[in-house]
């Protein structure tokens, strides 16, 4: 059978990114699942992507920062960032998300 599965005992490679931030990319044809593990202390500036971004929280809680706004998001929650959107992202302790992206 051609169908590629991870598990949690065998998710994709994962990358460190500094301290705070791992990230593993499962790439289809039509774009890519990103699975990304943040840890505690876990800040990056605001930023923003050309295409959108849609993904779900499996675990843990972290916050989308934009100027003096915070969205927390906590295990279970979906979110949509639109193209363009300028962001930031905050972990104070840990999380686990699945993000959908059409630009990897």
Do not use: W
């Not at 994709?12 to 289809?28: C, T, V």
């Not at 706004?69 to 992202?89: C, I, M, Q, W």
């Amino acid at each position: 059978m051609d169908v590629e599965v991870f598990r949690a005992e065998n998710p994709p490679r994962m990358q460190r990114y500094g301290e705070a931030l791992e990230a593993g990319i499962i790439r289809g044809n039509m774009g890519s699942l990103v699975v990304l593990k943040l840890g505690p202390g876990l800040e990056l500036a605001g930023h923003a992507h050309e295409q959108e971004h849609v993904g779900a929280v499996l675990a843990g809680e972290f916050s989308f920062t934009d100027g003096g706004e915070e969205t927390v998001l906590h295990a279970g929650d979906l979110y949509r960032v639109p193209p363009n959107a300028k962001h930031g992202v905050r972990c104070t302790d840990h999380a686990v998300v699945v993000q959908a992206r059409a630009d990897l």
